[in-house]
């Protein structure tokens, strides 16, 4: 069953969060009244989402308590060698993990690109991100790229990607160029509201683009 809501572009300068760690409807409610707007939970890198990932009741608790919600796929342990075909397998789990959810098509649905092996080569890491895009977006999501540390590619490799939503990490990482970014996280050290939080907020990027999410009426 598919989640209530409608699929809106992120205004400007909304803050929002995300978390490795299911928020209940008081928690969700609690950030909501501390002005934050939005929330990011993970799918799951296998097929079917794992406890502690995010699920329908989970969803629809976020979504009552008024905050936005996207979602972001989990990356394999530091130290990965990314691949097409991976790209590809982890492509259609979140896909399916997302519509296992109940998320409607035309939300972003981000790749988190992070933590890549020494010495690989950028062409396995453009392959890799390519076939994560069709994967996704032939499902009728759009893909989100998360630049984290050690993605290996440059600023010119990251916009020549078929990606439109970028979206950059804490960690210093490249500027992607022509276009920048949609949403830029940065470190909170300390729990809020009981679980670990990065923070987040939302930017119309050089090219007017805005990060797509779902949202209650």
Not at 7 to 25: E, H, K, M, N, Y
Not at 90 to 117: F, K, Q, T, Y
Not at 144 to 158: D, T
Request: charge should be negative; include cysteine.
């Amino acid at each position: 069953m598919l989640l209530s809501g409608c699929i809106q572009a992120a205004p400007s300068g909304c803050r929002g969060f995300d978390a490795d760690t299911v928020i209940s409807l008081t928690v969700a409610e609690q950030f909501s009244s501390q002005g934050y707007t939005f929330c990011i939970r993970y799918l799951s890198l296998g097929a079917g989402q794992d406890e502690g990932d995010l699920s329908q009741g989970e969803a629809n608790d976020i979504l009552q308590a008024g905050l936005a919600l996207m979602v972001v796929q989990h990356v394999e342990d530091p130290g990965w060698s990314p691949s097409q075909g991976s790209g590809q397998a982890n492509g259609v789990n979140a896909v399916g993990n997302a519509i296992s959810i109940g998320l409607p098509l035309g939300l972003n649905v981000w790749c988190d690109l992070e933590g890549i092996a020494e010495n690989t080569n950028s062409q396995d890491v453009i392959d890799y991100c390519a076939a994560w895009y069709s994967a996704v977006s032939a499902a009728g999501y759009v893909p989100g790229l998360y630049v984290g540390a050690n993605a290996v590619l440059s600023g010119q490799q990251l916009y020549d990607l078929p990606f439109q939503h970028y979206w950059q990490s804490c960690s210093e990482v490249p500027e992607v160029v022509v276009c920048g970014y949609q949403m830029v996280q940065s470190f909170v050290p300390d729990p809020v509201n009981g679980i670990g939080i990065d923070e987040d907020i939302t930017q119309n990027d050089e090219q007017g683009g805005q990060a797509l999410w779902l949202k209650m009426s």
